[in-house]
């Protein structure tokens, strides 16, 4: 359902949306959400040009909105400081709003193919229980 035959720099963009969608969310309810995003955002230069209103009203439904307001504060940040081109480094994506370390390796691995190990929170905790 992500679109794998975009260009490197759109590729990013749609992949970051969709694992922000994802958090807290399931696959099947992200899916209608992600479609009508990317239709009314197709790019990060038009998300940026949205009013937090505009992104709310779009995100009602999934909850902790808090994730739309960095995805939005991202999109403007990404225009203002890579010129539309969102990092494709995980020490730079993580210098985005409302990215962490493995938002920045989901991108980073999935959009770019850069190598990194992306553990969640589910991993770590398992992970602690072995030791």
Known sequence: WRVKN?????????IWVSEVMLQQTRVQV?????KKWMDRWPTIQSLSEATLEEVNEMWAGLGY????????????AVVKQYSSK?????????????IGAYTAGAI???????????VDGNV????????
């Open 6 to 14: 975009l260009e490197q720099e759109d590729r990013g963009y749609t």
């Open 65 to 76: 909105y808090r994730r739309a307001k960095f995805l939005h504060e991202g999109a403007k």
């Open 108 to 118: 980073a691995s999935i959009a770019y193919g850069v190598t990194t190990p992306v």
């Open 86 to 98: 969102i990092p494709q480094t995980v020490d730079l994506l993580k210098k985005l709003p409302g």
């Open 30 to 34: 992200v899916i209608d959400y992600y």
């Open 124 to 131: 770590m905790r398992v992970l602690a229980r072995l030791r």
